[in-house]
């Protein structure tokens, strides 16, 4: 089975203290055969020590970072809208799905896609993979494209920026649109969702996608876990890891009842 290469979500510098990613809506995957294995093995009961541990080291930290503390939670604070800036109509509407089947499953994100670069605070360029690291240079220059390309050698990119109250303000995601629909969904997904937030991968949770040794390639129920307690009211931006510990209880309980209902979990 294909396999993408780590990802990682690159913060970015900016001007104001910047950190360097309904139910019944079928999954962007579900046809695709490696995707649909995961699906038929994954595991979907979790406890609620397993969750908080996992949303501790995702949502805090960062894998690679420029500029900025990293210690706060960092989010939307307002509508996400996506726009897809490049010219593979079928790529353009998998990533559609994506954006539907995160909407669908986040209860408190307001995610959609738009047409208008402008409206946009999300933009996905979608690139062949010869043009990968051309992109990555017009993005974030040639030392660092360098940088990149011998330590981490990534297969997709994604970064954000916020403000100093650390609620992101625009972030941008790089997939490549010609290693097949698994590595394209698996970036797909992984880049949107750290490009939302919880942009620390650790390789000591092994149910979230925000691990370089697991590839998904769907929106996994663990991870909404995860992107669920994140986007809770109650979870604000700029929280520091004990302030969130404080109402980790209340909005795990509710969390689960929503990840419950949304996968027809008993």
């Given at each position: 089975m294909p396999q993408h290469r780590p990802s990682i979500?690159?913060?970015?510098?900016?001007?104001?203290?910047?950190?360097?990613?309904?139910?019944?809506?079928?999954?962007?995957?579900?046809?695709?055969?490696a995707v649909v294995v995961r699906q038929r093995n994954e595991k979907k009961l979790f406890s609620d020590a397993e969750i908080v541990e996992g949303f501790l080291k995702t949502a805090f930290g960062a894998e690679y970072h420029l500029a900025g503390r990293v210690d706060r939670i960092r989010k939307y604070d307002s509508p996400v809208r996506v726009f897809a800036d490049g010219s593979r109509a079928d790529r353009k509407a998998q990533l559609a799905k994506v954006v539907a089947d995160i909407r669908a499953k986040v209860q408190h994100l307001d995610i959609?896609?738009?047409?208008?670069?402008?409206?946009?605070?999300?933009?996905?360029?979608?690139?062949?993979?010869?043009?990968?690291?051309?992109?990555?240079?017009?993005?974030?220059g040639q030392d660092r494209a360098k940088e990149i390309?011998?330590?981490?050698?990534?297969?997709?990119?994604?970064?954000?920026?916020?403000?100093?109250?650390?609620?992101?303000?625009?972030?941008?995601?790089?997939?490549?649109?010609d290693n097949g629909d698994f590595v394209f969904l698996d970036c797909a997904y992984e880049e949107l969702l750290q490009s939302l937030g919880p942009i620390n991968d650790t390789a000591t949770v092994p149910w979230t996608m925000f691990n370089d040794s697991?590839?998904?390639?769907?929106f996994d129920v663990y991870d909404q876990y995860l992107l669920n307690l994140l986007y809770d009211p109650?979870?604000?931006?700029?929280?520091?890891?004990?302030?969130?510990?404080?109402?980790?209880?209340?909005?795990l309980s509710d969390v689960r009842a929503w990840v419950a209902k949304v996968n027809h979990l008993e």
């Open positions: 979500l690159l913060l970015l510098a900016a001007a104001l203290a910047a950190c360097l990613t309904d139910a019944t809506v079928p999954a962007a995957g579900a046809e695709v055969p959609a896609m738009t047409e208008s670069s402008d409206a946009a605070n999300v933009v996905v360029k979608l690139v062949r993979d010869r043009e990968l690291y051309r992109t990555i240079a017009t993005f974030y390309r011998s330590s981490l050698d990534p297969q997709c990119l994604s970064g954000f920026r916020k403000n100093e109250n650390y609620e992101i303000e625009h972030s941008d995601v790089i997939l490549t649109v697991v590839s998904m390639g769907y109650r979870i604000k931006p700029g929280m520091t890891v004990q302030e969130v510990k404080a109402v980790l209880p209340d909005v």
